[in-house]
C-alpha cells in the first residue's frame, strides 16, 4: 500500500507516524505552546529526528465547542509556517489539517503534500474539486455536522455500517474528481461518544474492505483520559496502548503528538508479526 508525495512513493505496509504541530491557540493540549520560530522549528526537527514521516500542520482548532475562525486568520497562521518549515527542510512532508480549499491551496503552493480534511469535503463543496486538481494525498476524515455542533450528533443505529457507508460515498466522489492516494480516518471523538470511540477502535479491521490506507489519531483524546480518570497531560501511556491496539487492527498511519513512543509501539508490533 503506497502513496505518492512530491514526487516519492511512500510505502505504508510498515505503519508510519504523523506528528501533530497544533498552532492554534486553543487545542485541547498543546494549544498555544509552538507561539514563535524557535519553538515551532525546535519541535518539528525532535520530531522529525525520532522518525515522524509527516508533520500535520493545524491553524483551525477541532475540539468540541471551539471558536470557528475566518479563513484570512487560518492562512494567516499556518501559511508562514509552511514557508519556514520547507525553508528549513526542504524534504519534509507537510500535511495541512484544513477543510477550507482555498487554505489548502495556498499551502499546497507553497509546498506542503498532503491535505488533511476532517469533514471528507462537507464544509467546502470546493475542497474535492480543488484536491483532485492538486494532485496530492487526501486524508478523508468521518465526522458529522461541525466542530461546534458534533458533540450532539452521537446517534448511530450500526456504527460500523454507517462509518463505512459514508467512506463509501466520501471515496467515490473522490475518485470521480481524479484523486489518486486517499487515506481514511474514522474520526476518534468526532460526533462519536467514548463507548462509540472503542467500538469503533475494536472494529477497525472492518474497514479494510476499503483497500486503502487508514489513519488514527486516538493521541492524548479524551477516550482516553477521561475513561482513566486522568488529563491529557498524563494520557500518554493510554496512548500507546490504544495505538497498539490500532496498529494490530490495522492503521497505517498514526497522527500522534510524541512521535518517540508512537514509533516504537509500531517497532514492537511489527516484530510481533
Same mark, same amino acid.
Given at each position: 500500500?503506497?502513496?505518492?508525495?512530491? *514526487?516519492?512513493?511512500?510505502?505504508?505496509?510498515?505503519?508510519? +507516524?504523523?506528528?501533530?504541530?497544533?498552532?492554534?491557540?486553543?487545542?485541547?493540549? #498543546?494549544?498555544?505552546? $509552538?507561539?514563535?520560530?524557535?519553538?515551532?522549528?525546535?519541535?518539528?526537527?525532535?520530531?522529525?529526528?525520532? *522518525?515522524?514521516?509527516?508533520?500535520?500542520?493545524?491553524?483551525?482548532?477541532?475540539?468540541?465547542?471551539?471558536?470557528?475562525? !475566518?479563513?484570512?486568520?487560518?492562512?494567516?497562521?499556518?501559511?508562514?509556517?509552511?514557508?519556514?518549515?520547507?525553508?528549513?527542510?526542504?524534504?519534509?512532508?507537510?500535511?495541512?489539517?484544513?477543510?477550507?480549499?482555498?487554505?489548502?491551496?495556498?499551502?499546497?503552493?507553497?509546498?506542503?503534500?498532503?491535505?488533511?480534511?476532517?469533514?471528507?469535503?462537507?464544509?467546502?463543496?470546493?475542497?474535492?474539486?480543488?484536491?483532485?486538481?492538486?494532485?496530492?494525498? $487526501?486524508?478523508?476524515?468521518?465526522?458529522?455536522? !461541525?466542530?461546534?455542533?458534533?458533540?450532539? @450528533? !452521537?446517534? $448511530?443505529? #450500526?456504527?460500523?455500517?454507517?462509518?463505512?457507508? $459514508?467512506?463509501?460515498?466520501?471515496?467515490?466522489?473522490?475518485?470521480?474528481?481524479?484523486?489518486?492516494?486517499?487515506?481514511?480516518?474514522?474520526?476518534?471523538?468526532?460526533?462519536?461518544? !467514548?463507548?462509540?470511540?472503542?467500538?469503533?477502535?475494536?472494529?477497525?479491521?472492518? @474497514?479494510?474492505?476499503?483497500?486503502?490506507?487508514? @489513519?488514527?489519531? +486516538?493521541?492524548?483524546?479524551?477516550?482516553?483520559?477521561?475513561?482513566?480518570?486522568?488529563?491529557?497531560?498524563?494520557?500518554?501511556?493510554?496512548?500507546?496502548?490504544?495505538?497498539?491496539?490500532?496498529?494490530?487492527?490495522?492503521?497505517?498511519?498514526?497522527?500522534?503528538?510524541? +512521535?518517540?513512543?508512537?514509533?516504537?509501539?509500531?517497532?514492537?508490533?511489527?516484530?510481533?508479526?
Amino acid at each position: 500500500m503506497t502513496i505518492h508525495c512530491k *514526487g516519492s512513493l511512500i510505502d505504508l505496509s510498515t505503519p508510519k +507516524v504523523m506528528g501533530i504541530l497544533n498552532l492554534t491557540p486553543d487545542s485541547f493540549y #498543546d494549544g498555544g505552546q $509552538y507561539r514563535n520560530e524557535q519553538e515551532i522549528l525546535k519541535q518539528v526537527e525532535k520530531m522529525l529526528a525520532e *522518525g515522524a514521516a509527516f508533520i500535520d500542520l493545524g491553524a483551525y482548532s477541532s475540539r468540541p465547542g471551539a471558536d470557528d475562525i !475566518t479563513t484570512e486568520e487560518e492562512i494567516s497562521r499556518i501559511l508562514p509556517v509552511v514557508e519556514l518549515l520547507i525553508k528549513t527542510f526542504p524534504e519534509i512532508l507537510l500535511s495541512i489539517d484544513t477543510f477550507r480549499s482555498t487554505v489548502a491551496k495556498a499551502c499546497i503552493a507553497s509546498g506542503a503534500a498532503i491535505i488533511n480534511d476532517i469533514s471528507s469535503g462537507n464544509l467546502d463543496t470546493k475542497m474535492i474539486e480543488a484536491i483532485g486538481e492538486l494532485k496530492v494525498p $487526501y486524508i478523508m476524515m468521518h465526522m458529522r455536522g !461541525t466542530p461546534q455542533t458534533m458533540k450532539s @450528533l !452521537t446517534h $448511530y443505529d #450500526d456504527i460500523i455500517h454507517e462509518v463505512n457507508l $459514508y467512506f463509501a460515498q466520501k471515496v467515490a466522489e473522490a475518485r470521480k474528481a481524479g484523486i489518486s492516494d486517499i487515506i481514511i480516518d474514522p474520526g476518534f471523538g468526532f460526533a462519536k461518544n !467514548t463507548d462509540q470511540n472503542f467500538e469503533l477502535l475494536k472494529s477497525l479491521h472492518l @474497514l479494510s474492505t476499503h483497500d486503502l490506507p487508514i @489513519l488514527v489519531g +486516538v493521541s492524548r483524546k479524551s477516550m482516553i483520559y477521561k475513561t482513566l480518570d486522568k488529563t491529557p497531560a498524563e494520557a500518554l501511556n493510554g496512548t500507546t496502548s490504544l495505538n497498539t491496539i490500532a496498529l494490530l487492527n490495522g492503521a497505517s498511519i498514526l497522527r500522534v503528538h510524541d +512521535v518517540k513512543e508512537a514509533i516504537e509501539c509500531i517497532t514492537l508490533v511489527d516484530q510481533l508479526k
